[in-house]
């Protein structure tokens, strides 16, 4: 193998493991806030990447330009969900846990059944867009732009986002409710408020996540499947909560799969990031970051 | 209520006890049908009822086509019994597909079963229905492995990967000896038993007659990225790529190679995911010149007009026009509803037999096969696999020479 293959391979799996990260702080963020495990996480990729589509095909205007709508429109998606279910899963009087899971496992199932009925099982893409296809090659190494373009607004929303949460009011609040949900309503912090806005935040950062693949990737109804197992792992492997350990996790996976095509046969690419999570489980089960 | 009233009443209720006890008379016709209906194969299951209603439209209904059990409303062996399809959702998944045909033997009844697109389901699906002693036909599922098993109540109508890779290599031998340069080979497939068997004729069949495998690449399926991959297949520099994918993977190794600015001289296609229209309508204007073994073509409608007829009523039906698959699954009911209407009888064993001794000449499908007659291990010994490029938006046959409606494109555009 040549060096330009080892740096081309490496360089892929890096951008691709920002947009991992990306897909999976979402998730991360709103375990971190209340403790509940979104299984639903891949359904609503799912969603943001045919919000996307919808878009695009009836503006006719590029993807690039309609992405804040629709990561406005996951936003609302999330907030409305967190009304909608969440909030009453978690009022529930017996095994507040298993109901949470089961919420969410039931929303999974249903929006991805709404999506197969009424959008079909086809396979969708976007059509012609300003980055779609196209690559940029440095020095023998081709980057498609697409994939760097996300690499590069995943790694602008982890600084907004942690901009958020450190200098703002609203992230302080959301700190709080994190630090002890029970003990913010005495300095006037409506607790149910903080909630629908961390479940609107973690839509929209997936709403994000969608536009950017729907560039490259095609759209349909399962899509979301392969994206959120890689979401578990890295949520596990950064720490639960975490958004700096989703970063980091996103791209040590990302690495990780791409180096393993270069030693095993690439079907076994998976295998690595497995053994690297039952690792994190058995030797440190707080992840890299986590704080619990 | 007048007396006119009582009467007209009185003879409606006596019709309509007629026509129960008629019903009655007749029986219905089970067959079941194993899919993937929800998943990422889910288009797939979608397209294959459509094309499954087609063919119980020509069954139950009279039809001028020369289609066993067409003229006839029903199966005429059978007093007219109209034939039913159920069917049943595996998702991809070869467990739920045993479970779903133990369903379909047990509560449904069935007498014959088909599908299951992938060939790791139609594994565990026909050693079930062998078990319960209730045929099986592979509608559409190529890997050879599958008559290999020596299971009775096995059929398939279709070629195998076997065959379909051996014509592959005989025009590669052909284009070779026309002096293209034609050496270097590089596989492509997908980690499930379709992939692996694929590959492994196709090294078999490399290695015999001298060609140079470069890569050969064995990927997991649904993978979110396919970047790496495809980096060691541009590294390797072949001049054919040779691919085994469903539709998501055949997507997005097409687009990830756009995006690397790889394209090989030649990309020949083991059928499945390239034969999808969902695969064109995505990045169709990425694989001008593409190449796909397969079986069905719309140009052999030239030699074989019913397939226009039969194409006419699919269309009117989904919109689009028939493909290798919905043709193979059209066809598995004809077959199917040919064999229990010649059987009488709609006990498996009965079916099995009828099926075991079906003679049906080429002209009597909308296949190019010569005709359909199985051999001792279920497999259909007069096939005809040929070899389409996608050129201008449309297929067209290329090879062998004798069905060519074009010559070749080499290198694709």
């Known amino acids: 193998m040549t060096s330009d293959t080892l740096i081309q391979v490496l360089l892929s799996g890096l951008l691709m493991g920002l947009i991992y990260g990306l897909v999976a702080v979402g998730l ?7 403790d509940v495990v979104n299984f639903a996480h891949g359904e609503f990729l799912m969603i943001a990447m045919y919000v996307m589509f919808g878009l695009v095909v009836f503006s006719g205007i590029d993807p690039l330009v309609m992405t804040p709508l629709a990561v406005g429109a996951l936003f ?48 969708r893409s ?47 609040a959301l700190e709080a409710t994190r630090e002890d949900a029970g003990a913010v309503a005495l300095v006037g912090i409506d607790k149910d408020r903080e909630f629908m806005i961390g479940w609107g935040i973690g839509a929209a950062l997936i709403g994000l996540a969608g536009s950017v693949l729907a560039i490259f990737y095609y759209i349909y109804p399962d899509v ?47 295998i690595g990031i497995y053994i690297l999570f039952l690792a994190v489980v058995i030797f440190r089960p707080r992840g890299l970051f986590g704080k619990f | 209520m007048n007396r006119r009233e009582l009467i007209a009443g009185i003879a409606g209720l006596s019709l309509a006890a007629a026509g129960r006890a008629h019903a009655q008379g007749v029986p219905e016709v089970t067959i079941g049908a194993i899919y993937p209906l929800t998943g990422a194969s889910a288009q797939v299951g979608f397209d294959a009822k459509l094309a499954v209603e087609t063919a119980l439209d020509v069954v139950n209904t009279v039809h001028d086509l020369d289609l066993p059990t067409a003229r006839n409303a029903g199966l005429s062996g059978l007093g007219g019994a109209k034939v039913r399809v159920v069917f049943a959702d595996h998702q991809g998944d070869p467990q739920k597909g045993r479970a779903e045909a133990e369903r379909l033997i047990s509560q449904e009844k069935v ?16 050693a079930t229905a062998d078990r319960y002693q209730v045929p099986f036909l592979a509608a559409d599922s190529s890997s050879p492995t599958l008559q290999r098993r020596k299971l009775r109540y096995f059929f398939r109508a279709m070629a195998d990967d076997e065959q379909f890779s051996k014509v592959m290599f005989d025009f590669l031998d052909a284009e070779r000896k026309g002096g293209r340069a034609v050496e270097k080979i590089a596989l492509f497939h997908e980690d499930t038993i379709f992939g692996t068997d694929s590959s492994n004729i196709q090294r078999q069949l490399a290695e015999s007659r001298g060609y140079r495998i470069v890569a050969d690449i064995k990927y997991r399926a649904n993978s979110p990225s396919l970047t790496s991959e495809v980096q060691q297949l541009k590294a390797a520099q072949p001049d054919v790529l040779l691919p085994s994918s469903y539709t998501t993977d055949a997507i997005l190794l097409i687009k990830t190679m756009n995006d690397l600015g790889f394209q090989p001289p030649a990309l020949i296609a083991q059928a499945a995911g390239f034969v999808d229209k969902a695969l064109y309508d995505a990045v169709g204007d990425k694989v001008d010149g593409l190449i796909t073994r397969a079986e069905f073509s719309l140009d052999l409608a030239q030699r074989r007009p ?24 059209f066809m598995a009911v004809i077959l199917l509803a040919d064999a229990i209407d010649r059987a009488r009888s709609i006990s498996g064993p009965a079916v099995r ?9 080429g002209e009597r499908t909308i296949m190019p096969w010569k005709y359909v007659k199985f051999g001792p291990d279920g497999q259909n010994t007069g096939l005809n696999p040929v070899l389409l490029q996608y050129i201008d938006g449309r297929f067209a046959t290329i090879f062998p020479p004798d069905v060519a409606v074009r010559p070749v494109e080499w290198p694709m555009r």
């Open chain 1, 224 to 270: 979301g499947a392969p994206f959120a197992v890689i979401a578990y792992i890295t949520v596990v492997l950064g720490g639960f909560g975490s958004i700096f350990g989703a970063l980091l996790a996103g791209v040590v996976v990302g690495l990780a799969e791409a180096a393993m095509t270069l030693v095993a046969p690439p079907a076994m690419k998976s």
């Open chain 2, 111 to 126: 007498s014959a079963i088909f599908g299951t697109y992938h060939s790791s389901v139609a594994t565990t699906v026909s």
């Open chain 2, 353 to 361: 037999d009828a099926l075991a001794s079906t003679d049906l000449p």
């Open chain 1, 76 to 123: 609302v998606l999330g907030a409305l969900t967190y009304v909608g279910v969440i909030r009453h899963a978690m009022r529930a009087k017996a095994n507040v846990g298993m109901v949470q899971i089961f919420a969410t496992f039931g929303l999974a199932i249903t929006m991805r059944g709404v999506a197969q009925y009424f959008l079909t099982p086809n396979y």
């Open chain 1, 28 to 34: 991360s963020l709103i375990f971190g806030l209340m």
């Open chain 1, 126 to 172: 976007l059509p012609e867009s300003l980055l779609g296809g196209k690559t940029v090659a440095l020095a023998g190494i081709v980057l498609p732009l697409p994939q760097l373009a996300g690499g590069l607004i995943s790694l602008a929303a982890f600084g907004a986002l942690y901009a958020l949460m450190t200098r703002t009011d609203l992230g302080r």
């Open chain 2, 306 to 329: 019913m397939i226009a007829k039969v194409n006419y009523l699919y269309r009117a039906r989904s919109g689009k026009d028939m493909n290798e698959n919905t043709s193979r699954e």
